[in-house]
């Protein structure tokens, strides 16, 4: 993971290619939710050891955003999907 | 046993048979008032001031591996109160002045050494900001000066001053600053803990924590369950994993944060200097190695590793910064776990949950904060009262609208 | 096409030298070429994407999913825009980029060991097959990289960074003897 | 010891002689020779010096792991520090030193530092230097730091550079010995992508030590035949000097070529070392194995050498370490050495064997004390002797060498650095590698496989099979054979009883072996305990050849397995790397890309001076003939922007194409104020929030078309404005119909500003932009008069009348040539950052310098701008929370001084009157000041705490940094023209 990512567009590219932009796993709150859920959204974090969700930025590629599903331990890899088929994937 | 001039050599006569272990290695008790999770700088000093100052000695520390395997011994030693913001500056100064009489205080050399931090600039708005933090340091009676060119020429002539990528215009400086040898700082603490009747248990991992009534009763270890009063966490990288164990989340991400060291030079580096076109410092060690670091890596991660293109990236910027550093080899890079905050600052504070107590979040720079850390979480505990230095690092601050934010970057731990 | 001296290329200071006689491994400079960025909206990119690859004069490099460069070496900018448009028929966004990008054309037998200096890609034949494109780092500089011939390459940088980009190349073909220059 | 060469034999060309000098010694070697090797040859026993005791050390070993042959090769700019000799490949001219001894090496003052041993063990300075206080910092810690480091670094500039390159392969293999060769070989030959990097200058690994002989040919032959078959593989890739230095994720691996370490005058087009980055599908680790000291009374006397390094220096370079060689071992290596050496005539003096039986054959004559073992060495700088201990008696031999050997660990450091550690074999004796998955496995000797013929066959079957995983089939050739095979044996022996002096664990800490036992006694038994509080393996060496004794020793005394003590991590670099290659091209100058704008051509035709800003070059001030500071052009360009007419670049302000049915609600949601509704043809001021409520960035939005809109940045925050918009399309909102793309490259944009702005302006465009057909905040497409496409925007960053105009970027220098020429009777001025800051600031306008990421737009005075009735905005929910709208806030104010001749300087930060400085005391800070030429005075932007209600307060600036403490009054931000006048004109 932090040699390489595998970019659904653009194939196996180095690391500094990315920009990591953090926690993916949370959806934006609803205007109306709670203060609670905004807070929680805004500034707390799972930090899971283990596997995770985390927003890479394919910035010097296809300037997508990514969804790096990942070991924090280990570093392994488990999927790489474009960040914004994760999202419809996740309202639908 | 205490160290003095007599005692080293009465034992060098005695041929260094008769040195006693500096700390105990005792079976955990069934309950202490405190527990601390976590054997590191940290958790060590706090019980140290638990016991000394506050009159708080049936302690114990819990370490999951040997005690000060964390970042207190893999760290770049850098001690600072060159801070800009009222809510971090007092803290760092606390914690300045408690170095400056440690030594003496834990009977125990931590070689400090205030050889001096100059922060680089490179344009006028860094030179502007500078001033600013200058000036606030200023305020909190830290002596702050800003050197110009010339005076830098005079002061460290190595430097890229004709072909840098960004022209090197001059610094801030802190001549108290410098650096302290840090595996010192675990051990002498651990000592000096030891001495006032603190348990330190190595090799003794929480796995759960106990809560009855929603209070806290004691821990759930690989040596078996020990009850306390009070429950303190400074597990530093490792926080979001043991709150999580008590069903609290916190506002950190655990990111890697990489530092190298060359090959031992003779002395040619006598300040602890900080690029400002970059992430990049660096000074020398006692021993001779350059030790240096930049930024970190940028994912989170509990790997303690890091990746070649950040140590390249650092290497370019040690050699813009000092070309001939050119050729000059490094010997090793290692990673750390760092509890990056979401502000940048740490926390210490009480939590929801009655009787357990919270320090984490020191980001990148825990080290310079060891003592008033310790102190200011043993006022916490012992008194249940905040310390005034530490009354701006609250873990509501984020809900209330008072981030700490050093950088002003937002709630994105890895651009702090 | 006509060449207007009142647009001033990006590397004039650099190769206003007098014209040197190519090595083996040569970097040529195209002084004027036209090319556009096609955005396509959703749900309409294989049909855009069908409806230029038609275009046997249109060289299309891959940008992003939906959006590519597309180069020209006869259209003028504003006949580009207006030919693509048609083209994509309400299909696509399209934005010229012939003012904001600089054309790098590096060819020779030692093309690959010279990009693979700055370059994380791998450049072998059978990888990177002819008409490959990708938006690469070359160095710390962003570009679009295509391979155009046998052992030919493009590379396509943003305006501001084309001096860099030269200095850079020139460096990494230093063992090689590169020579450079502009290509008319 | 007399090292001396031998009359023949060895790999060395002896028709090549080469020169060079040790200590300014004159000395001559032979092409092939290590500098170690030639120091051997011609007898220089002493090489240099250990780093806290100073003791006499010489030549350990034949390789990378040499604790004390460290010297400084070459000088001034071009010297190299540390450099170990036995890596060092000899070349004429070569220039060495010796190290960390004064006045000379051969007497050395530091040396006293031995006879105070007692007192300086392990640990000894955490528990003094104390006292008195003061007396650390100012007496023992320069003394302490004055006896660090070995070599001197000259901290000059490097006159050579350095290079990366990238590389991928099928197979990497990681040394190029027996069994690197044969897998490169099988899967070369199966058609694979293969990467061969060894960090010797010759290929063949241990083939170029050994007397054995392979399908009937001298091994060394044998490896010349493969490598000559792998060189004519056009799949093959062969890196010699090439030292794979780290294994990182995902089987990508950092390795280091000197590509001109080994000559003396290099070649401007080459570089020095080059680093590449090696994405492997599949690597083998065909590093060998180390072979370890023992740790004995007196075994780091000049002489005492590795078993190995003997056979290599006598086998590869023709040379004998002595010419009365003991041996002390634990194992068959140490036999093999006394025959290698036997048999090219050096006399052997004994072999001292630890173990009881016989299983090793000796050379005839030679005699063998089993059950014995050497507790002290004889001699000063040299070795004369060794005193030997069987059955409780002693004995001296005389000997000017001794090879040691106590067994074997396969170099399994790459395999390590990932976080797995290497795992204790009983059966080996030795820590293995880990199983790291399929992408590096150990293959050969580094497999702890013994034979060379086992090394050999292991290359063949785990290159194939690695083939077959690929998909490639490799030819079921079976391994060379291997014709007088040589036998291979060990007991560990981790610490030979008896000492009479110190025993070394780590030759270069001098860390002895009772070090080990003080930091055990002391509670640091764990084995990173001891090593920190030892420095047991933190030298140079990393502790190639200490770490295992120290784990054993640890062991010995804890009463436990190695396995239960365990080795400390393993990390990056192998072995040391320098700075230049790790760091590249990308240094200096070129540290970063240098952005031009499309306009640089024209400033410096207008004489700019340049200024960084970000990784841009934007002209900053034009200085004219008779203007001596900085300040006065300035003046002079602010003067002539608000009584006439200027023009400056501003192309390096970020710029978007924002187009889609939905942009217009998208923009609605990324700003604070309101965009939905914004006219064709029209402009606004937008101010972007991050999501906890600050300030992000400001910025112009037009409205070009219904769908399709133009978006500005400031130029700092060009780059994460994109990635923040792109972050809302696509993660936050996927759901809207918007596409958007920088233009930043595209436009060359140019501001006009002053009240003749119109007057020049309309001579180069087409069409009407008086104020009745082109009012404030209006933008249009337009055509200028030579024919070129341009935008043009009416806004203002100065306060006064002005145009923005954008041309393709190739047209920007000579649409401002003409620009100018239009403007010459008018007086129009180039203007640059500095001056276009001075109006602004006068105008009390805001930049990054008030935007610091902790800044509300009520802070900013801009309060009115957050349309709380858009259902959703970035940053709308958290800028409600009470710190964020606490009422002693600080807030934007302006600042004059109260006596105008007096300055303030942005940074100091404000006190009320009377009051002492203190953090608490501190009302705010001045964000930005400057001198303006209107005023004719002072002026600041400040933050200060409920600042709009203390307009007309006096207030103390505060500067302690330049001692300096003035009186100020608070006023409103906007000093010149508040009612806009000027620009709406």
Redo the contacts between chains.
Sequence with gaps: ????ITCP?????????F??????SRG??E?MDS?EA???Y????????GR?Q????H???????LVVERD????EVYSVV???????RA?R | MRYSAFSIVRNALSGNLNWKPQWRQPQPKSHYDVIIIGGGGHGLSTAYYLAKEFGVKNVAVLEKGYLGSGNVGRNTTIVRSNYMLPGNEPFYEFSMKLWEGLEQDLNYNVMLSQRGVIMLYHSDAQRDAYVRRGNAMWMEGVAAELIEREQLKKMIPFLNYDHARYPILGGLLQRRAGTARHDAVAWGYARGADRHGVDIIEHCEVTGIRRENGVVTGVETTKGFIGCGKLALAAAGNSSRVGEMADLKLPLESHVLQAFVTEGLKPCIDHVIVYGGGHFYISQSDKGGLVFGAEIDGYSSYAQRGNLATAEHVMEEGVTMIPGLSRVRVLRAWGGVMDMSMDGSPIIDRTSIDNLYLNCGWCYGGFKATPASGYCFAHLIARNDTHPVARALRLDRFARGYAVDEAGAGPQPNLH | MVRDYNNRHALEQKLRSAPVAPAADHLMVGHWRTMALVLARADREEAVRRAIASQPDLSMRFAAPGEWLVVSEVEAPSGLVRRLEELCDGGAYVVDQSDGRVVFRITGPNVRSILAKGIGLDLHPATFTLGGSANVLCGHVPVNLARTDEDTFELIVPRSYAESLFDDLMRMGLAFDLTAAFSD | MTGYRLSSGGLVDRSKTLSFTFDGRPLRGFAGDTLASALLANDQLLVGRSFKYHRPRGIVSAGPSEPNALVTIGSGARSDANTKATVAELYGGLTAKSQNRWPSLGFDVGAVNGALSPFLGAGFYYKTFMWPKQFWERVYEPFIRRAAGLGRAVLERDPESYEKSWAFCDLLVVGAGPAGLMAALTAGRAGLRVIVADEDFRLGGSLLSTSETIDGVPASVFADRAVAELQALPNVTLLSRTTVFGWYDDNVFGAVERVQKHVAEPSSKLVSERVWRIVAKRALLATGAEERPLVFGGNDRPGVMMAGAMTTYAERYGVSAGKQVAIFTSGSAGYRTARALAAKGVTIAAIVDARAEAVDQAPDGVRVIRSASVVDTKGRQRLKGIVIERSGFEELIACDALGMSGGFSPVVHLACQRGAKPVWSEELKAFIAPDVGGGLRPVGSANGVHTLSGCLSDGVDKAAKIAADLGFRAASDSAPVVDREETSSFTALWYVPGAKSKAFVDFQNDVHAKDLGLALREGFGHVEHAKRYTTNGMATDQGKLSNINAVGILAGMRGVSPADVGTTTFRPFYTPVSFGALAGTARDEHAAPARKSPLHGWAMKNGATFVEAGLWHRSAWFPRAGEKTWRDSVDREVLNVRANVGLCDVSTLGKIEVFGPDAAEFLNRLYCNPMLKLPVGKARYGLMLREDGFVFDDGTVSRLDEAHFFVTTTTAMAGPVMAHMEYCAQALWPALEVRFTSSTDQWAQMAIAGPKARAVLQQIVDGDISDGAFPFLSVRKIVLKSGVSARLFRISFSGELAFELAVPAGYGEAVADQIMEAGRPHDICAYGVEALNVLRLEKGLLTHAEFDGRVTPDDAGLGRMLSMQKTDFIGKRLSTRYGLTAADRMQLVGLKPVDADKDMRAGAHILKEGTKPSTLNDQGWVSSAGFSPVLGHAIALAFLKSGRERYGEKVVVFDKLRDQEIVAEVCDPVFVDPQNAKLKA
């Design positions: 993971m932090a040699s390489l567009h653009c194939g196996v590219r180095p690391k500094e290619e920009a990591i932009r953090g926690d993916a934006r709150p205007p203060d905004w807070h929680d805004v500034y707390v974090r799972a930090n899971p050891r995770t985390e927003h890479w930025h910035v010097a590629g296809c300037r997508r955003f924090t331990a280990t570093h474009d960040a914004a088929e994760f999202a419809l309202t």
